[in-house]
């Protein structure tokens, strides 16, 4: 993806220019080593099993959307719906597969399951009906209250692991997916040949523009008002 936007697309061994944010300098940089976070989706079980199951899938959604890039590089291109529907899943799989997406998705995992939690220590005959078996009530009682303490306080807490922040990352991409695909419009626009024009990008492999936030402090999202 990167390499279309280098000085020679054609030459794989061709730079591109960069700008960091930090020095506010220019550069030119490499593709093959930009982007990259080395086994970012690799599981590694407990015993040693490694499954690749999350870049395979990946791999395939890359190279459908591969396809249809190459389709639309021609000059004469017309837009169909299946290949808008492989550039919406890419493009969705793209936006769950950053660090800030599964940092996200790792916070709303753990939050989820501390409510969750609060809600089981929270219903006092419940608990006593699971965890009460062949114990005296108030000793029952005693930890159930001590457990919901320690939680509201923040002693206690539930922590996500990579493999469900990967697992998370694929649950909602089809249905994801089925949304943009029937609410959002497409368009291709192009740079004319003769054009001295040319495209700056931001370093997130997804650009939202929200011209008309619900508030002003609103995020811009695919769907957040009618006109992002």
Do not use: W
């Not at 730079?15 to 930090?22: D, N, P, R, T, V």
């Not at 490694?50 to 959307?65: G, K």
């Not at 753990?110 to 006092?124: C, G, I, K, P, V």
């Amino acid at each position: 993806l990167l390499r279309r936007f280098a000085i020679d697309p054609t030459d794989k061994k061709s730079y591109l220019f960069k700008l960091e944010k930090s020095t506010g300098r220019p550069g030119r940089a490499n593709p093959v080593n930009e982007a990259v976070v080395g086994r970012y989706y690799r599981i590694v079980l407990d015993d040693g099993t490694v499954i690749d199951a999350a870049d395979d899938a990946l791999d395939r959604i890359e190279n459908m959307a591969a396809e249809v890039v190459r389709e639309v590089a021609n000059p004469g291109y017309t837009v169909i719906g299946e290949h808008v529907y492989i550039l919406m899943l890419f493009i969705a799989s793209l936006k769950n597969r950053t660090p800030q997406a599964r940092e996200e998705l790792r916070e709303l995992d753990e939050r989820a399951a501390e409510l969750q939690f609060e809600t089981t220590l929270s219903d006092r005959e419940r608990y006593h009906e699971v965890m009460g078996k062949g114990r005296a009530v108030d000793e029952v009682e005693d930890e159930r209250v001590r457990l919901l303490e320690d939680l509201r306080a923040g002693r206690i807490g539930m922590a996500s692991s990579a493999e469900r922040e990967v697992a998370l990352m694929f649950m909602g991409l089809e249905e994801l997916t089925n949304t943009l695909f029937s609410q959002l419009g497409i368009r291709c626009i192009r740079v004319p040949p003769a054009s001295q024009r040319s495209f700056v990008l931001s370093d997130h492999p997804v650009a939202h523009y929200e011209p008309t936030p619900k508030t002003p402090e609103s995020g811009a999202g695919f769907i957040s008002s009618p006109n992002s």
